[in-house]
């Protein structure tokens, strides 16, 4: 049995969808919140493959739309540590539960709302995606080869760093806010806020360069051979990230080169030192590489598939992957608690799973759950 996570006891409300607000608040539930996800029983018929960030929470349908359904909805919320939202500004307080409504039935709630542009603002009720708030934080047009388009990312790092992280940081900040004060409070979580947040090292170097950083030419981002990628003699492909010069010393040693340990970044031999690098590592496959460069420090890595590190011993090791043998292995909680240690204690619930047994609990009997259903409530 899981030992009780940092946030035992703690109840969260999530009426969100997709993905920045789903996964807020299964951070909150790997370590113990307990989250009832409030859902519109019309989209019940869509075939939704059940989610990976609905594991730990349970999940309820509910029509906001309807009188009863505000009824179970204030029930709810008003012995709630959390609510969390992920509509357009001016949703909710359409529909009747925004933070002041809210605030009169719980005045010490922790209202967390995720959008794309924030509450305030021009952008507030213009529409968007991950790519969207990517382009306008200015971190797409860092993303990709010189000379060439700018790459969309494999992930969502809008919805998952700046609105999934963000906003669970954000509550624990309010959270403990409250455990001084007494006090909740509304939290505006923008997405695009989060990107341009995470430009702190492109601002140090065009402060330091005096120039402004530029698509796969900048001194993280392929400018240097001793942060770059390389091809292999079979096709794939490894990285060097030796920043420091005694580890690119090392690796120019091992390769053969060591003269060049010295001209890590010499603006005038650095295109020499990459072609040299690429001609040296398309001599031999991706696993000579590996076990040549195991042991030293050399700040050297292959890159790998997603199903590659799904069986990484690493990820094992670490309990980041289990339920190896399923189609989808489950993924591990990677924040790591000595004293209360977060964990996947269930499987990710089925729309509306947990229904019946959240409106027991609010005191509904089998007819009058009966009744929600047929009047489509619930």
Known sequence: ????????????????????GPYCTMILADHGARVIAVEDPRYRDRGETVFPVYRNKSRLTLDLKSEEGLKIFFKLVKDADVVVEGFRPGVVTRLGVDYPAVCRVNPKVVYCSITGYGQTGPMRHAAGHDVNYLSRSGLLDLMGEKGRPPT?????????????????????????????????????????????????????????????????????????????????????????GAVENHFWQNLCRRLGKPEYGPLQYDETRREEIIAVMRK???????????????????????????????????FNVRDMVTQRDQPTPALGVPVKLSETPGAVRTAPAAFGENTDRILAELGYGEAAIKALREKGVV
Not at 3 to 16: E, F, K, M, N, R
Not at 284 to 293: I, Q
């Open 1 to 20: 049995m899981n030992p009780p996570g940092a946030l035992s006891g703690i109840t969260v409300i999530d009426l969100s969808r997709l993905l920045p």
């Open 152 to 240: 969309i990312p494999g992930i969502q790092v809008a919805d998952l760093v700046g609105g999934g992280m963000n906003g669970a940081l954000g509550i624990l900040m309010a959270l403990y806010h409250r455990q001084r004060s007494g006090a909740g409070q509304h939290i505006d979580i923008s997405m695009t806020d989060g990107m341009l947040g995470l430009l702190p090292t492109v601002q140090f170097f065009q402060a330091l360069y005096g120039t402004e950083q530029h698509r796969g030419d900048s001194f993280l981002s392929h400018r240097y051979a001793c942060y770059n990628t390389y091809q292999t003699a079979d096709g794939r492909y490894l990285c060097v």
């Open 280 to 314: 040296i590592f398309r001599q031999k496959p991706l696993g000579e590489w590996e076990r040549e460069f195991d042991g030293l420090d050399v700040c050297v890595s292959a890159i790998r598939t997603v199903a590659e590190a799904m069986q990484d011993p690493l």
